[in-house]
């Protein structure tokens, strides 16, 4: 479950389901808010690539369901990473969208423009004060009214850093980056003093990093982009500093989270933000480099550091909503939420969650002290990537912040352009 599940294509979902937004103003049942009434009947079930690591946990829950609601059936289908988005729009297109649905909030967003996801505000409202606030906000869609997708697990993680490589290029491997001008330092005397041979970065900024600079990303009605202010500009010709000095890896053009991940796993580049899943990986694929990690908190300008969430969406035209919406609430709650973090490295987006001693205590090994302190940060994490910033803006932006690093037009040229393009894009979205 690595974070960069929300980098899978959008795209098909908003051009197969948008026309189908008259679906949301059906007089049937299966268009109307209302999920009271008895709990019963078959519902489908669809999670995003967990039944290879969690089949036990989810046939449990399932049964326990089933169980506390006799009459009811739960049919679980488990989609693979690759091409859910794909998998989403089709069902979407043929109506055949299950009643949960494992989203993203960039995934629930055209779903929601299309009348097809549920308002949780209408229809199981009494439940939003068991969550995080930033939770509950982070599955609402700018310029509609109403919550698409009960929150789920969250993540989010620290900066790690190879010590070794600092140590060689003559800098404390005690004294990490706490600054975005410290990291840009850093980065400059590492290149400089190796003779560029060791890069620090390996990723160019996203739309996240802009935003964890402090960079506007929409206007506040989330009409129109703001990523090409003053200080977005800022953030890009810090970057081109990076990428002239080989500070940045020349591959970072075309680089994925996985490509960056290994690089810093093969000891290529020295940073590397990552979550609390990646010590186990670095315990396992590369011993040297988990014996001199250093770990740092996530660089942020703003306070709050980045936040993935997961959700579950209950289909609008589902014919069994009271057994949908009690079902996605029976995965999310408190107690459930916290049984499948205790199972694998993901963070419970109920309130209160975090405060238990599995979240807070210390028992001296790096990975509770990597929980610990993600658990800390996410009760203010923000999750910054707009839910209107489809994949193909993000394709857009991604090959203008490249022709600037490239030199082929300046940074405000970039984000002019990108910003323009992305804007388009926004009209198209309907």
């Known amino acids: 479950m690595p974070t960069s599940r929300r980098t899978f294509a959008v795209a098909a979902v908003a051009a197969l389901v948008l026309p189908l937004s008259a679906c949301g103003s059906s007089d049937d049942g299966g268009g109307s808010t209302d999920a009271s009434g008895k709990v019963e009947g078959d519902i489908t079930f669809q999670t995003w690539n967990l039944r290879a690591n969690f089949k036990d946990y989810f046939e449990g829950l399932i049964a326990d369901f089933e169980k506390k609601y006799p009459g009811t059936h739960v049919k679980w289908v488990d989609q693979p990473g690759e091409g859910y988005a794909d998998k989403i729009s089709a069902d979407a297109a043929g109506g055949t969208l299950p009643d949960v649905v494992n989203v993203s909030p960039d995934l629930v967003a055209p779903l929601a423009k299309a009348g097809l ?34 929150p789920w697990y969250l993540n989010t993680g620290p900066l790690f850093y190879n010590k070794s490589l600092f ?16 990291v840009f330092d850093a980065a400059l005397k590492i290149a400089d003093n190796t003779d560029g041979e060791v890069a620090t970065l390996a990723n160019v900024p996203t739309i996240e990093d802009f935003g964890r600079y402090g960079v506007p990303l929409m206007n506040k009605e989330g009409t129109a982009f703001a990523f090409n202010d003053a200080k977005g500009v800022e953030l890009l010709t810090r970057y081109k500093e990076l990428y002239d000095a080989k500070a940045l890896d020349p591959q970072a053009l075309t680089a994925t989270p996985e490509s960056t991940g290994k690089k810093f796993l ?28 250093g770990i740092t908190d996530q660089i942020t300008s703003t306070g709050h550091v980045n936040m ?7 289909n609008q035209q589902s014919e069994r909503k009271p057994a949908a919406v009690a079902f996605a609430h029976y995965v999310t709650d408190a107690a459930h939420q916290m049984s499948f973090a205790k199972q694998v490295a993901i963070f419970p987006s109920t309130a209160g969650s975090l405060e238990d001693p599995y979240f807070t205590k210390q028992d001296g090994t ?25 994949e193909q803006m993000k394709t857009e932006l991604r090959n203008e912040v490249a022709k600037a690093l490239q030199g082929k037009q300046s940074p405000e040229e970039a984000l002019d352009n990108a910003v323009k393009a992305c804007d388009r894009l926004l009209t198209q979205q309907g």
Not at 274 to 283: M, T
């Open 308 to 314: 993935y969430v997961m959700g579950l969406m209950v």
């Open 167 to 182: 140590e060689k290029a003559g800098l404390d491997p005690e004294k990490p980056p706490k600054t975005y001008d410290d």
């Open 366 to 390: 790096d990975e509770t002290r990597v929980r610990v302190a993600a658990a800390k940060s996410l009760k203010t994490a923000v999750n910054y990537t707009p839910v209107l910033f489809s």
């Open 117 to 150: 996801a549920l308002d949780l505000d209408k229809a199981a409202g009494q439940y939003e004060k068991e969550y995080l606030e930033g939770a509950w906000a982070s599955h609402r869609i700018p310029g509609m009214d109403g919550t698409y997708a009960f």
């Open 266 to 293: 093969t000891g290529a580049v020295a940073m590397n933000p990552g979550s609390a899943l990646d010590l186990a990986k670095f315990k396992k694929q590369a011993p040297d480099l988990y014996k001199n990690i």
